[in-house]
């Protein structure tokens, strides 16, 4: 729906934000009802630390966003990485999930200049450089 479409725009985006919150925080609440057997066997299944597991539930689900805007910058096409090396496109995702320079990143990616920057701040950047383009590069 387009913000002319709705009469209350800023409401509006104030009430998805809501609902968006308290969703993520029934998930969190929701993980920390498990059994702590459970949640470990969880981690196990997805071969991840069980801290990590964690912190990434409290991260949400758009905390790698990041990751294929700046794939796409490096010239790296996300999806040739996921059929070329599925495991560690995921291991990116984590990384770039518990990442603490999100607002670097968010600007470098804004202004297009991620390619010359991330290796200042980005726990990816030596996973990022030592991948081989010809294998993943766009198609």
Known sequence: MSTASRPYPIVQDLIESFAGWLKHRRE??????????DFDRIANDLRIAPDD???????GKHSADELPKMLE????????LGRAQPLLLRDL???????????????????RTAAENYHGYCANAATLESLDHADVAPR
């Open 53 to 59: 597991l964690e912190e990434l539930v409290r991260h």
């Open 73 to 80: 910058q490096l010239g790296i096409s996300a999806e040739g």
């Open 28 to 37: 969190i609440n929701e993980m920390r009802q498990l059994d702590r057997a």
């Open 93 to 111: 995702e984590r990384v770039c999930s518990l990442c603490n320079h999100k607002a670097q990143c968010d600007r470098d990616l804004a202004d």
